[in-house]
T-cell receptor, first 111, second 113 residues
Framework: SQQGEEDPQALSIQEGENATMNCSYK?????LQWYRQNSGRGLVHLIL?????REKHSGRLRVTLDTSKKSSSLLITASRAADTASYFC???????????FGTGTQLKVEL | NAGVTQTPKFRVLKTGQSMTLLCAQD?????MYWYRQDPGMGLRLIHY???????AKGEVPDGYNVSRLKKQNFLLGLESAAPSQTSVYFC????????????FGPGTRLTVL
């Protein structure tokens, strides 16, 4: 079963706009990570937020985490056509070494 | 550094045929993983390895076998391919399973007819 569910499944915006995607999960986590996947390629790690953190920034990325609601959001500001990709959240739980991935959000940024 | 590489990139099999997918990493990572990616399902863990000579089952291990004879290589085998195994397969690795960052290969697209 999937730990993370992303919302929306697909998102289409204009270049320069902000893109927000959400991830909900089911069980307590140690950390939550976001990955990007360009079409036909492997996943690339973007950012990690630990369970005791509420917000984290990296360049144009802003991630928030609400452990009481078991949810996270990824904000991409001033989007570019090159941001077109699928975005996945992944959670690490307990003492395990495994990541559990969500179903992904397909982002399309149009010129 | 090449990072994580996968061989082959594409493969078409007939039902019942066997094949081996090879994953190699040059980052001296202890942990390696095999995932499959299907439309609308995200990535699901097939098998993983916490070190040379050790393997463990993931979420969807049936129909697959793995081996980790060398630290840098992780092999995924299909003994008798089935159409349900049509998927894109990704290998990943990380350092000692802290999972702070997993590094992914480019994927192998497998079609079973």
């Amino acid at each position: 079963s999937q730990q993370g569910e992303e919302d929306p499944q697909a998102l289409s915006i204009q270049e320069g706009e902000n893109a927000t995607m959400n991830c909900s999960y089911k069980t307590s986590i140690n950390n939550l990570q976001w990955y990007r996947q360009n079409s036909g390629r492997g996943l690339v790690h973007l950012i990690l937020i630990r369970s005791n953190e509420r917000e984290k920034h990296s360049g144009r990325l802003r991630v928030t985490l609400d452990t009481s609601k078991k949810s996270s959001s990824l904000l991409i500001t001033a989007s570019r056509a090159a941001d077109t990709a699928s975005y996945f959240c992944a959670t690490r739980t307990g003492g395990g070494n495994k990541l559990t991935f969500g179903t992904g959000t397909q982002l399309k940024v149009e010129l | 550094n090449a990072g994580v590489t996968q061989t082959p990139k594409f493969r078409v099999l007939k039902t019942g045929q066997s094949m081996t997918l090879l994953c190699a990493q040059d980052m001296n990572h202890e942990y390696m993983y095999w995932y499959r990616q299907d439309p609308g399902m995200g990535l699901r863990l097939i098998h993983y390895s916490v070190g040379e000579g050790t393997t463990a089952k993931g979420e969807v291990p049936d129909g697959y076998n793995v081996s980790r004879l060398k630290k840098q290589n992780f092999l995924l085998g299909l003994e008798s391919a089935a159409p349900s195994q049509t998927s894109v397969y990704f290998c990943a690795s990380d350092y000692r399973g802290r999972s702070d960052t997993q590094y992914f290969g480019p994927g192998t697209r497998l079609t079973v007819l």
